[in-house]
Structures are given as C-alpha cells and as structure tokens.
C-alpha cells in the first residue's frame, strides 16, 4: 500500500529572489564607494602634484637667485684681484715681447714662481735671465711704500737662496705699476730699482738714461 505524503514536511523554500535583489544593491553600492574613493585619491594626488610642482618651481627660483648672488660677489670680490691681474698681464706680456730692462737685455722670462726651501719661500712676479744677470719685477696695480720695501727686505733678500743655479749671477730689482702712491718712485731709486709703467699703451722706463741699477747683495 501506497504511503501518504507527510503534512509536517519540512522543506523550505529560498526567499531566492529577494536575496539577488539586495546583493545587486550591495554591488552597486560598493562600487559607487570605489567611484567616489577614486575620485577622491585622483583629486588628491592631483593636489600632490600641483603642491610638487610648486616647491619645484620654488627650488628653481632659489636656486636661480643663489647663482645670481653667487655672481654677484664673485663681481665684487674679484674687482681688486682683476685690476692686478690687468697689470701682471701687461707688464709679462711687454716684457716677453722685448726680453730687455733699460740697458739690460735677457733670454729667458718666467712669471709667478713660488719657491721655499726649508724655512725659507717666497713668490716672484716676472724673473728674467741670461747666463750671468737675473732680473726680479714685482708688479702692482697701484704701488706702495712699504710694498717696495717689502719687495726689497722679503723677496730679493732671499732669491739667492731659494734659487741656488743663480747664486754666481747679478741679480737686480725692478718695480713695475700702472700708478704710484707719493715717494714711491723715490724710495725705489734709493734701492736702485729699475721703475716701469705704462705711457700712452707702452712700457716707460722712470728711471734717467744715465741710470745704474743697484745689485742685490
């Protein structure tokens, strides 16, 4: 005999269609949030970049006026050290051209010597020489007193010394300036150096024809 189906089954039917709803409305809400958060991370990286771009232009602006500054100083730093150079290069250029002091005339010429021996250094302008005569120029722009005597007591003093090849030879001085303090001209005669500078764009001798350097001794 045939056996009658329960009453009390307990099958349950899925609310199916209500769950499909809500999960469509959960991904849509979710991914209008992706939209929206993306949104927002795009505008604030775009901020980012604006807010780069504007220190990199700043970096730019500083580092633009430290080179105009820079410049600046090194202008005015360097306005005392151009007009000695000016000088060094005219006096070095003439005398190479004319290897010739006065009466004097040389083979060789050098310029900016520095030497030390022990304790003993000094620097030299322009030195010119043959086989038995050197001759020592020190060069300023504008010339002083106590820089002759310096150049006389401190450098000339002790050239010998420093170059012993020329121990045998006769070593003379001279003083090359395109100006010249008061009693310069003076003081330099009395140590019996040779004086030079420039007139109407040539070297000038200060010195009388007659003139006899002094040697340094």
Known sequence: MAKKKSSDDSTVNE??????SSSQLNADVIWQLFKETDAKFKETDKKFQETDRKFQETERMFKESDKKMERI????????????????????????CSLKVGKMRFDYISRNEYRKKKMIESEYDIILWN??????????????VEQVRKFYKEQLKKFKSLYPQHKHFKVYGAIAGM??????????????????????EQLSILNDNDFEPTEIR
Request: no cysteine; aromatic share 16%.
């Open 73 to 96: 100083f090194q202008e005015l730093g360097g306005i005392g050290k151009s007009n000695g150079e000016v000088a060094e290069d005219y006096f070095f250029s003439a005398l190479a």
């Open 179 to 200: 100006t010249f303090a008061k009693d310069v001209v003076k003081t330099a005669r009395e140590y019996g150096f040779y004086i030079l500078t420039q007139k109407n």
């Open 15 to 20: 609310p199916i269609a209500s769950y499909t």
């Open 131 to 144: 086989d038995h005569k050197v001759i020592v120029v020190e060069v300023k722009y504008n010339f002083k």
